[in-house]
């Protein structure tokens, strides 16, 4: 039943997602899945204009060292299939990409924090917004559930890192087809970027400080 289930993974579902206007996310020497159950359970697929969008932001960050992992996208059927734990990811607009760390020097890794690249947070500092204080004072208690989500926290001497974040940040704004990016408002603080295709999410999602999010317009 395994290889069965393997050979449709990627024999079949390829194809017939074409029709459904989806594509696999393009898989290159700088951009890859941060968690390979990603493409087991076929979470990678979106609409082609998305993986332009990588592309051209690889390009853009030759010669930083930075790779693009990415998280979950769309499943490669359906408009309007819910991709749980999500609650927009549904038609292939939208995908999550992982931040960006350093090591203990200040090097810039592309190693990530968590086995599955959600639920570990970078929380806010005393001056920055405390996004998810608010939210969960509104009742809002799924705002930040995907700390149960992690599969096991690793390379826990590597820290969030601004600048290689911010680097990401900025070659995946330099596309005019992005339509938004959500991020947790402390970390667009700090990133210092005056973009207003960076939005807040709203507190009916899940926070936004493990990862980012960009969808098509």
Known sequence: MLGLYFLGTYLMVPVLAGLFGRERIVTTQNISPTNYMTVFLNRNYVRPELNHILLNAEKSLKGTGIEI???DASFPFVDGFPLLPHLSHKDGKKLDISLMYENELGELTNDKVSVSGYGVFEEANDMEI???SLCKAKGYFQYDYPKYLTLGRINENLKYSNKG???LVQALLSDADLGKM??????????????SRIAFHGCRAVRHDDHIHIQLR
């Open 69 to 71: 992992g990415y998280l």
């Open 165 to 167: 974040t911010r680097q």
């Open 182 to 195: 959500f991020i947790e408002p402390h970390l667009k603080q700090r990133l210092k970027i005056n973009d």
């Open 130 to 132: 405390q996004q998810t």
